[in-house]
């Protein structure tokens, strides 16, 4: 879970599967190559399952596994922290950056 977009990614797949462009627009500033990046990356770890579809033209959809959703809860915690302690850390690191 060490890179940057894979909590973001597994938040996002919170409310079921998505195409890849709608992770995207969801997302906001990934780029296309890190975001299909982080999906196989998301999907060799068996947090993530894609779904292909045989039509014309292809589709790709991406929803987390079970082992995926376990993680739900300790991202929501971290973000709900983060949320609530914002303010000190921006204040943490105006001081660090005085010294």
């Given at each position: 879970?060490?890179?940057?977009?894979?909590?973001?990614?597994?938040?996002a797949?919170?409310?079921?599967?998505?195409?890849?462009?709608?992770?995207?627009?969801?997302?906001?500033?990934?780029r296309?190559?890190?975001?299909?990046?982080?999906?196989?990356?998301?999907?060799?770890?068996?947090?993530?399952?894609?779904?292909?579809?045989?039509?014309?033209?292809?589709?790709?959809?991406?929803?987390?596994t079970?082992?995926?959703?376990?993680?739900?809860?300790?991202?929501?915690?971290?973000?709900?922290?983060?949320?609530?302690h914002?303010?000190?850390?921006?204040?943490?690191?105006?001081?660090?950056?005085?010294?």
């Amino acid at each position: 879970m060490s890179n940057t977009w894979n909590a973001v990614v597994i938040w996002a797949l919170r409310h079921g599967p998505r195409r890849p462009g709608r992770l995207r627009e969801e997302i906001g500033g990934i780029r296309p190559k890190v975001l299909t990046e982080t999906l196989r990356r998301l999907e060799h770890n068996g947090l993530v399952a894609r779904r292909a579809y045989a039509e014309a033209p292809p589709r790709v959809e991406y929803e987390l596994t079970a082992l995926g959703r376990s993680l739900l809860g300790p991202i929501g915690a971290f973000g709900e922290w983060a949320h609530d302690h914002a303010d000190e850390v921006l204040a943490a690191q105006d001081g660090d950056e005085s010294r």
